[in-house]
Structures are given as structure tokens and as C-alpha cells.
């Protein structure tokens, strides 16, 4: 996915401050180094899709505030959807989704 880097870092500085987490703290739950998150932070680093999912319940935030207006392109709905998909993890829940999705695009047709 392509996100606006400068949008995404100032949204991840707000939610670490907020939650008063110092840039070595979340870089630890990330997996990652400091300097990674300060990239992250000034625009430099691009985020993992990988990353999202653990980024959002470190900083307690739901994945979408990462992602509202941050992203570039209409076509990268496929991967948002996909990336919720991929957090159910009931697979009798993971057909109702599909099941949905189904029903909604023979009714969009």
C-alpha cells in the first residue's frame, strides 16, 4: 500500500505521545530501532503492512486512524479489506465476511 508518508508519521507521533510512549519503547513492541520509528515519524521510512496491525494495538488506536486520507489511491481498498479480513480470526466469522461479499456484489451488479 502507498501511503501519504508525511500524514502517516504525524499520525503515529500523536498517537505515541498520547499514549506517552517514548520512540524507543514503541520501536521494541515494533521490532524494529529508534531510528526507524523517527523516520516513520519525519516521513522518511515507509510502514510495513505488517507493521500496521501490531503499530495499532501497541498505541491503542484502531488500524483506520492510520489510514483515513492517508492513502494515495482508490485501488487500495482490495488491501484495506484484506488486512481486516486477515484480523478475524474465527473462520466461521471469516465466511460470514465472504458470505457478505458475495450476496453484495450479485446485488451490485
Known amino acids: 500500500m502507498d501511503f501519504d508518508e508525511a500524514i502517516l508519521g504525524n499520525r503515529?507521533?500523536?498517537a505515541r505521545d498520547k499514549k506517552?510512549?517514548?520512540?524507543?519503547?514503541?520501536a521494541?513492541?515494533?521490532?524494529?530501532?529508534?531510528r526507524?520509528?523517527?523516520e516513520l515519524e519525519n516521513g522518511k521510512r515507509k510502514l510495513a503492512v505488517s507493521e500496521l496491525p501490531v503499530l495499532a494495538k501497541t498505541l491503542d488506536v484502531?488500524?483506520?486512524y492510520f489510514l483515513e486520507g492517508t492513502m494515495l489511491e482508490e485501488g487500495e481498498l482490495e488491501g484495506l479489506l484484506l488486512l481486516y479480513f486477515n484480523e478475524?480470526?474465527?473462520d466461521e466469522l471469516k465466511k460470514s465476511v465472504i458470505d457478505i461479499a458475495r450476496i453484495l456484489s450479485q446485488t451490485s451488479s
Open 12 to 14: 503515529i507521533k500523536q
Open 20 to 26: 506517552g510512549l517514548s520512540q524507543t519503547e514503541l
Open 28 to 34: 521494541k513492541a515494533l521490532g524494529i530501532g529508534q
Open 36 to 38: 526507524g520509528i523517527s
Open 62 to 64: 484502531p488500524i483506520l
Open 88 to 90: 478475524i480470526r474465527k
